[in-house]
């Protein structure tokens, strides 16, 4: 992938080959290169090491099309055709104390996963365009958790 980015200094390739379309090939991701996303994004680091992160991952069909229910149309229209749907959450509290740096943390650990993904020849579209009161009542997700953005993740098609 390469765009027609301007730098005003030199910076890692990667950085300029991120890019966010929206046309996906239905093709599937295998679990190697899937996990090694999600692996990387483990690696980020967090004060006293809480991970607050979380990725719920949609991959099959039924589980996609659960995922549909509260994606927008516009959305809806071009992300059917990404073979994985992942939604970022994080815990605003632990056992311990209140987790005041938990979307920082979430923000830095779907960095690492965007980067590792277009190293991977794979490209990412995040989106908020989805109802995020019903993908918590349709995912089960608890009140404790914060839902950030939905992200489609596969391999890029034709732009038309």
């Not at 994080?90 to 779907?110: L, R, V």
Request: negative net charge.
């Amino acid at each position: 992938m390469s765009h027609s980015r301007a730098t005003t200094s030199p910076i890692n390739q990667v950085f300029l080959d991120r890019w966010s379309p929206r046309s996906f090939l239905e093709k599937e991701i295998s679990d190697e290169v899937l996990f090694s996303l999600f692996e990387t994004s483990r690696q980020t680091p967090s004060t006293f090491n809480p991970q607050p992160w979380e990725f719920i991952l949609a991959r099959t069909q039924e589980d996609r099309e659960k995922f549909y229910s509260f994606i927008v149309e516009g959305n809806l229209a071009w992300c059917q055709k990404a073979p994985v749907l992942a939604l970022i959450i994080s815990e605003m509290n632990n056992e311990k104390d209140f987790n005041k740096s938990h979307s920082s943390y979430t923000g830095e650990a779907w960095v690492y996963l965007l980067l590792e993904a277009t190293k991977k020849g794979l490209i990412t579209y995040p989106m908020t365009g989805f109802d995020f009161e019903s993908a918590r009542r349709s995912l089960n997700i608890p009140e404790k958790y914060t839902i950030h953005a939905l992200v489609a993740i596969g391999y890029q098609n034709k732009k038309e």
